[in-house]
T-cell receptor, first 111, second 110 residues
């Protein structure tokens, strides 16, 4: 296992469509985070899981966003009825303890 | 309300010299601080971290200094190398989630 993986790496969609991203964390990492990054900004926290439990959600995560981690391993982030403002890099990270390691991100472009 | 601030959007340093990247924070509950490096189209890569019980942590060419009373930390890279050119993010944690600054773009000049 070489690190956190995310799929797809790039996604272009039309406004109003639903998209789903997947994150596979480093094995045995019990915490999994989702962040969003837009141009010129640092990563912004969206939500995080401890095992399968979603412990916190940012107010950035509107009701069009939903994240799951059903078995405490991989996680999915779904955006329903995408808007142009959703265009960003979506980053997943995982940790066990204090070191937090990021995946390569999924770049979303909503046309 | 930005809890982690990197006030220099960019920094240019001559190859071989010391690069110093600065970061300020406002939340006194933060107890763990991290630095990440990011290349375009990649996720952030963890560089170095420091706990609030320490004032210095060193790893090879990278040293992080923490001044709790000033709520300030800095990352020193010495000697700077061309491959260090990237965006550097300062981050802080206090309740399991990590808050990032906006980043500083470091240019290493030949």
């Amino acid at each position: 296992d070489t690190g956190v993986s995310q799929d797809p790496r790039h996604k272009i969609t039309k406004r109003g469509q639903n998209v789903t991203f997947r994150c596979d964390p480093i094995s045995e990492h019990n915490r999994l985070y989702w962040y969003r990054q837009t141009l010129g900004q640092g990563p912004e926290f969206l939500t995080y899981f401890q095992n399968e439990a979603q412990l916190e959600k940012s107010r950035l995560l509107s009701d069009r966003f939903s994240a799951e981690r059903p078995k405490g391993s991989f996680s999915t982030l779904e955006i329903q009825r995408t808007e142009q403002g959703d265009s960003a890099m979506y980053l997943c990270a995982s940790s066990r303890g204090t070191g937090v390691h990021f995946g390569p991100g999924t770049r979303l472009l909503v046309l | 309300d930005q809890q982690v601030k990197q006030n220099s959007p960019s920094l240019s340093v001559q190859e071989g010299r010391i690069s110093i990247l600065n970061c300020d924070y406002t939340n006194s509950m933060f107890d763990y601080f991290l630095w990440y490096k990011k290349y375009p189209a990649e996720g952030p890569t963890f560089l170095i971290s420091i706990s609030s019980i320490k004032d210095k942590n060193e790893d090879g060419r990278f040293t992080v200094f923490l001044n709790k009373s000033a709520k300030h930390l800095s990352l020193h890279i010495v000697p700077s190398q061309p491959g260090d050119s990237a965006v550097y993010f300062c981050a802080a944690s206090g309740d399991d989630k990590i808050i990032f600054g906006k980043g500083t773009r470091l240019h290493i000049l030949p």
